[in-house]
């Protein structure tokens, strides 16, 4: 009855309170079904570039000696052609790259957590929000968006938000669950009221849901099964994917996106890879030259946002390395593959003579032993030593384990490095991430 009365309410503030977010859904789910999405891309990358060129400070100069500079891009080769976009380039100019005539309305200020680097500061277009591309990944689950979902992150949010949150979706419940303070009292409470609400859907960033199905799994607790699982925010070990569905008794969809971009790429129910937001988002894959790779190859990954002209973000570095994928999906969607992210090129194991262990490869090494812990992290001084910090999941784990951890990365470094292992009682986070690698050289 409940969940009857939340749709049909959904479905008046979508007319009403949410059109202009409901006809954007519907025309993006139109283009995708009736249109050729690579062309749509395109156009939509010349009309981005138009824009930032008359709009953007930055654009006119960092684009003034292209060739194709008065007459913008004419075909891929052009867009190929043009200048990357870094994070030093936004540290460093943002008042440049920001569009003029902007209304406070129109942008939200974003700021990354300088996790993986200095912090880096954009705008938001809220005239193109992502909740158009929240739904139809939602849609792609079978989840509604005026079912309940359960969200699980680090922090509490803060308590105005809460409230605001609330009353913009009643009569919808969606609660929260905030992980620092990872204390039974808290746990017990947030797991009545999950069984209460039945959410079809938990999101939350992936080391915070996997902690919390070790603690289900551990104390034999079994929850109403959601939906989906939706984790986003770091790497996904396959050996966190088994335990987390395990736990919640329902599959996971690994999501791609970062504070600069916010979706850019998520599975569907087949699970073969994460399907490109190709309408929203042009997503390349380059050598170390920034030239276009083959797909199955590894390389950094360059981003164009398609849906920003507040803040154009136009071949953007994000520091993230991937690979597209050279088939198509079996559950029929219209949009490119790409295999799941599962490092950043910034951050490597580095040994003296220039041998760069990626965290792909990592992953790869370390899969297998991931039950054993909640958390881990690898953090390499200036000098190259390393030492592999770890959480334990129970008492008796974690040493054995990550001897042979660090014996499989001694091998792979050809034995040029010190390394060592430590169990700690919490992993170093950098606001609200906790990265794989840590490194005193970036």
Request: net charge positive.
């Amino acid at each position: 009855m409940m969940n009857s009365l939340a749709r049909i309410i959904f479905l008046a503030k979508t007319k009403i309170a949410m059109s202009k977010l409901n006809k954007q859904y519907l025309e993006a789910e139109y283009d995708l079904k009736n249109r050729d999405v690579s062309k749509l891309n395109f156009e939509r990358r010349k009309s981005l570039i138009d824009h930032a060129i008359q709009n953007s400070d930055f654009y006119k100069e960092k684009y003034k000696n292209h060739l194709s500079l008065g007459k913008g891009i004419i075909d891929e080769k052009d867009f190929c052609q043009l200048p990357v976009l870094t994070r030093t380039d936004l540290i460093g100019n943002f008042n440049k790259i920001k569009s003029v005539g902007l209304k406070s309305p129109d942008y939200r200020r974003a700021s990354s957590s300088g996790s993986t680097g200095s912090p880096v500061t954009v705008l938001h277009d809220q005239r193109r929000p992502e909740t158009p591309t929240r739904w139809r990944i939602l849609n792609w689950w079978g989840v509604k968006p005026w079912e309940n979902q359960a969200f699980i992150y680090r922090y509490e949010r803060p308590i105005e938000k809460r409230f605001f949150n609330s009353i913009i979706w009643w009569p919808t419940r969606r609660i929260f669950f905030a992980a620092a303070d990872f204390n039974e009292k808290k746990i017990e409470k947030f797991i009545r009221r999950f069984n209460r609400i039945k959410p079809a859907l938990v999101q939350g960033y992936v080391d915070v849901v996997f902690e919390f199905a070790l603690y289900l799994l551990d104390h034999n607790i079994e929850i109403e099964a959601p939906k989906m699982v939706w984790v986003t925010s770091a790497p996904l070990f396959e050996e966190q994917r088994e335990i987390i569905e395990k736990a919640f008794g329902a599959p996971v969809c690994d999501q791609y996106g970062n504070t600069e971009i916010l979706l850019i790429a998520a599975e569907c129910r087949s699970q073969n890879g994460l399907h490109i937001m190709q309408d929203k988002v042009h997503v390349e894959f380059v050598d170390e030259n920034n030239k276009p790779l083959p797909p199955n190859k590894t390389g950094k990954i360059l981003l164009t946002d398609l849906t920003n002209y507040a803040f154009p973000l136009i071949r953007y570095e994000i520091g993230d390395e991937g690979k597209a994928l050279d088939f198509s999906c079996s559950c029929g969607v219209r949009l490119p593959l790409m295999e799941n992210v599962k490092g950043r090129q910034t951050k490597n194991i580095k040994t003296p003579s220039g041998l760069l262990i990626r965290g792909e490869h990592i992953m790869a090494m370390f899969n297998g032993y991931m039950k054993f812990f909640k958390e881990i992290q690898l953090y390499q001084k200036s000098d190259y030593s390393v030492c592999l910090y770890y959480v334990s999941r129970k008492a008796s784990y974690g040493a054995e384990e990550a001897s042979k951890m660090i014996e499989l990365l001694r091998k792979r470094t050809r034995y040029e490095i010190q390394l060592e292992h430590k169990r700690v009682k919490k992993i170093k986070r950098y606001n609200v991430k906790t990265p794989l690698i840590v490194n005193e050289f970036t």
